[in-house]
């Protein structure tokens, strides 16, 4: 996964899962605090998001051997 796919299910798990909302704004708000919280509470779990360990064809071949 690219670096904004990584990071939006991290808000997805972090915001969202199993959680109902009363309206869009509610929705909105659990999102933005997410965001909000990535440089601050959800800091390490950033760091290890955003690293840059891609897997090329190759290793994945081998690792399937």
């Avoid at 109902?20 to 659990?30: C, R, S, V």
């Amino acid at each position: 996964m690219n670096l904004i796919e990584r990071v939006w299910k991290f808000v997805k798990k972090e915001a969202l899962a199993n959680r109902t909302f009363a309206d869009y704004p509610a929705f909105k708000a659990a999102i933005d605090a997410t965001l909000h919280e990535l440089g601050t509470t959800h800091r390490r779990s950033k760091m290890t998001l955003l690293t840059h360990r891609f897997k090329t064809l190759e290793q994945a071949s081998e690792l399937a051997a």
